[in-house]
């Protein structure tokens, strides 16, 4: 019978071990705990959650409740034990923690084709395998990754800017340009001095998040948070991060006090991070602190900048969008390790990785979801986002291609080529979710008739245009 090795029964490995074990392939599960703890777990069981006990909105509005569709459709393990496990929590899909994973572990350990195995895993599995370990991967087996992939290409630390959507960003007040008249390839936001010292003086005020002991860094001068750059004096953030330097403001020909660079972070420029500005700081302090930069008032910031302990791949340098490593395509990469964010994200990114080692130990090509999904787009940006400077990335709308005006005049007619948000996605949603069903039919895969959730029917009247 053709068999598979899975590394770590975490989010990802274990929705991984359960995914490949319904395609009839034996499953060998390899997990540490409880003989060797990580830092943050607190229990042996499978799909511990180590903080918050929420997996994101589910409204059709959130991209969150997109992969969630998509994963119920494919009968993910982890969202059944979701379902049975559920707390109320408004339009959140949080979950009694203890009874969650208690849920998982008993649908891997009762599961007749997995075969768990309790120990530490120090060097990469022979044959077709998932590393699912996760942000506190063992220490023995990050170096057997690293002989791999090279040394350059797994962080162990996450000193993450914020990301924002283009979007969103006030083009009128911010331009494109790059320094003493290089190509254009950042979007700049300039700040006039009085706009500088209001920055300043909030960011000075912002507060920060508290690490726990082992999450603590010491600060490397290319990875300082911005708070700790400003906290060292008025002007230091202007002649670091900020300096606006060889920048012509097109609106008065001269170089702005301060300016806040911007560099495409996506192939297709939806998404753009904040250059120099790794930050620690809380993320509603964050979301004040950054609004305050002009062109950046409306900003939807589609991933916080963070700076904690964090195990994780170069995603583009290192692996496809099949999760398979470049550098050894029989082994599948997932969650945290394979550069996500995320419950969610590590368990969807596990389910792929799990049908896809299956598929090849069956002797089928391993399969990507289509682009228009929130999966499909997750794992495109891991294979494809800029290299430089790749930090772990979350579900977000940016993933995924905007509609087209097309497509919006085709539904609310002529006269409106641009819609809001709250009638966009919801569109976004329905187009995501059928495209994904469709696909999972198209590889053999049993599909689940998920809709999306119920709106009130003045919404959907809206919506009908
Ligand atoms: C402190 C902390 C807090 C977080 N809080 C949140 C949050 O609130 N919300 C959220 O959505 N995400 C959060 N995350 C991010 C992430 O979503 C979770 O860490 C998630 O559990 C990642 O899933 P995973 O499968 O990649 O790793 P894990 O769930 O950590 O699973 C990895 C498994 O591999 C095992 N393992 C490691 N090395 C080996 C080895 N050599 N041999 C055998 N087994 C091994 C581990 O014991 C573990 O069981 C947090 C992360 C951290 C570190």
Known sequence: ???????????????????????????????????????????????????????????????????????????????????????????????????FSARVTRAVRDHPLIHVTEGEATELPQGIAVLATGPLTSDALSAALRNVTGADHLSFYDAAAPVVAFDSIDMSVAFRAGRYDQSADYINCPMNREEYERFHSAIEQARGHTPHDWEKLEFFDGCMPIEEIARRGFDTPRFGPMSPKGLDDPRTGRWPYAVVQLRQEDREGRMWSLVGFQTGLKWG?????????????????????????????????????????????????????????????????????????????????????????????????????????????????????????????????????????????????????????????????????????????????ALAG
């Open 285 to 461: 302090d964050q979301k004040t602190v950054l609004q305050l930069i002009p062109g950046l008032q409306n900003a939807e910031i589609v991933r916080y900048g963070v700076m904690h302990r964090n195990t994780y791949l170069n995603a583009p340098e290192s692996v496809t969008d099949t999760l398979a490593l470049r550098a050894r395509p029989t082994l599948f990469v997932a969650g945290v390790l394979a550069g996500t964010e995320g419950y969610l994200e590590s368990a969807a990114t596990g389910w792929l990785a799990g049908l896809n080692a299956a598929r090849l130990a069956l002797g089928e090509a391993p399969v990507t979801p289509p682009a228009e999904s929130m999966l499909g787009g997750l794992v495109r940006y891991l294979a494809s986002a800029n290299p430089k400077n790749f930090q772990p990335m979350n579900t977000n709308w940016a993933l995924v291609p905007d509609l087209s005006p097309e497509v919006i005049a085709q539904k609310f007619g002529e006269k409106r080529r641009k819609i809001g948000k709250r009638e966009k996605r919801p569109l976004m949603y329905r187009r995501g979710l059928a495209a994904f069903q469709d696909w999972a039919r198209g590889v053999g895969l049993t599909v689940e008739d998920v809709r999306p959730p119920e709106k009130a029917p003045e919404e959907e009247a």
């Open 1 to 99: 019978m053709p068999e598979v090795t899975v590394i770590g029964a975490g989010l990802s490995g274990s929705e991984a071990a359960l995914a490949a074990a319904s395609l009839g392939v034996r499953v060998k599960l390899i997990e540490m705990r409880p003989t060797r703890m990580t830092p943050a777990h607190r229990t042996a069981n499978f799909a511990e959650l180590v903080c918050s006990n929420s997996l994101g909105g589910e409204a059709d509005t959130n991209a969150k409740g997109l992969l969630q569709a998509e994963m119920r459709s494919v009968r993910s393990a982890v969202m059944d034990a979701a379902f049975a496990a559920r707390l109320p929590a408004g339009g959140a899909l949080a979950v009694e923690r203890e009874d």
